[in-house]
């Protein structure tokens, strides 16, 4: 990794493969919408065979009010990568009302954000580089973020923002003398960049056991980029079993399955690998996502969109 030598445009907000069976972790409108509490953990471990990758946890917990129309959860995110090891807790809210054959969604997240650099462990392209402070320290910041969820008994479409006030949570430089025995100065200004998520599917019933769920998402971290697009496609087998490919733009391909052990109890897991130069390098990445349904409403929560 290069580090601090240029501006340098990358993802901030964790990966996720099963984005459609949990998107609390990058939408709050979807809160209540399983019209049950729900509780959800999710473990990642990205590129297996590169040292300092992502290993991302996350737990969800979220559900309707006796008032349906509200929606209240919270979710947690803990990660370390490279040099860096973050953890986040987020408040959700979601106001919920009809909408034609559907429901709209209007959702907002509030939480603190610690994150905590530690330099040393860091290689640096140039040896005199090297900050006088290899620790960066812990600095947490307040964040939010905003979305909207619309759907039916089988069609979802929902956009959001996370990091909406942009916390800047380092700022600081060092003065040295490069390889070439000149003066330089290094410059550290971490902002958590606002991320957008616009996605969309539609389940289509072809008899009673068979569902097919085709969905995309689409990504962007900076407006003056192209994003990145996500095309999946789930089936539902004898409402037991889903099997899912997807292709990630720029990326590889993604393979997940996810069984449901009883009409509340679900586990899933997805296999990435990379096609482009990251992904050889880093080799696949494995992810494994349980949920767990509490049906204090008595609801039927079976849907072709969602688990």
Request: a positive charge; charged letters at 15%; proline letters at 4%.
């Amino acid at each position: 990794m290069v580090l601090f030598l240029q501006n340098m445009f990358a993802q901030q907000d964790p990966q996720y493969s099963q984005y459609m069976f949990n998107q609390v972790v990058i939408n709050p409108a979807y809160i209540g919408s399983k019209e049950a509490l729900n509780a959800t953990m999710d473990l990642r471990k990205q590129w297996i065979a590169m040292q300092g990758a992502p290993r991302t946890g996350t737990i969800s917990l979220h559900g309707p009010l006796a008032i349906k129309s509200i929606g209240l959860g919270g979710h947690l995110i803990n990660e370390a990568i490279g040099p860096a090891k973050w953890t986040a807790a987020y408040f959700d809210f979601a106001y919920r009302f009809k909408l034609g054959k559907g429901k709209l969604s209007l959702g907002l997240s509030g939480g603190m954000v610690n994150y905590n650099m530690t330099l040393s462990q860091s290689d640096y392209k140039d040896p005199g580089e090297v900050f006088p402070s290899q620790n960066l320290g812990s600095k947490t910041k307040f964040d939010v973020g905003t979305g909207f969820y619309y759907y039916t008994n089988s069609f979802y479409i929902g956009g959001s923002i996370t990091h909406l006030n942009n916390p800047n949570l380092y700022n600081s430089s060092n003065n040295f003398t490069n390889s070439s025995s000149l003066k330089d100065t290094s410059y550290i200004n971490f902002n958590l960049r606002p991320h957008s998520f616009i996605y969309m599917g539609k389940g289509f019933l072809i008899n009673e056991n068979l569902v097919i769920n085709p969905s995309v998402i689409f990504k962007n971290d900076n407006p003056k980029r192209v994003g990145s697009l996500d095309i999946n496609c789930n089936f539902l087998i004898k409402k037991k079993l889903w099997l899912g490919i997807s292709l990630r733009g720029g990326y590889g391909l993604v393979g997940l399955m996810q069984y449901c052990v009883t009409d509340q109890f679900k586990v899933g897991y997805s296999y990435d690998q990379g096609f482009n130069r990251i992904g050889v390098v880093g080799g696949g990445s494995h992810e494994i996502m349980l949920a767990y349904n509490f049906n204090i409403f008595k609801s039927k929560m079976l849907s072709p969109r969602y688990l």
